[in-house]
């Protein structure tokens, strides 16, 4: 059964800095693709960042290009969304999430996605 745990979420100021951590479990995610989704209170679910398991390969909301780096450690299961330069606005419950290859645009819909974690909350304050 696919788990997946986030952490590192936090209260932190503006311009500062949060590592998020997603550990996951239950197979192998060769050929899957992991991604961060966030959700602030009263919004839908939208898409931050995502990467291909296998290849590497990384796309990003453009809201967060050029602060937010997400990263795998394939040894270890787990995968990263360190976020640099927060604003306000990054304020949200953020949410780890697991699919086998979506392709395209359906990459950024949280729908296309099988497995979620719970989520951690972050939360940046002016």
């Known amino acids: 059964q696919v788990q997946l745990v986030e952490s590192g979420g936090g209260l932190v100021q503006a311009g500062g800095s949060l590592r998020l951590s997603c550990a996951a479990s239950g197979r192998t995610f060769s050929g899957y693709v992991m991604g961060w989704f966030r959700q602030a209170p009263g919004n839908e679910r939208e898409f931050v960042a995502a990467?291909?398991?296998?290849?590497?390969?990384?796309y990003y909301a453009n809201s967060v290009k050029g602060r937010f780096t997400i990263s795998r450690d394939n040894a270890k299961n787990m995968v990263y969304l360190q976020m640099n330069s927060l604003k306000p606005e990054d304020t949200a419950v953020y949410y780890c999430?697991?699919?086998?290859?979506?392709?395209?645009?359906?990459?950024?819909?949280?729908?296309?996605?099988?497995?979620w974690g719970q989520g951690t909350q972050v939360t940046v304050s002016s």
């Open positions: 990467i291909r398991w296998s290849e590497g390969n990384t």
């Open positions: 999430a697991a699919d086998q290859n979506p392709s395209g645009a359906f990459l950024i819909m949280p729908r296309v996605y099988d497995y």
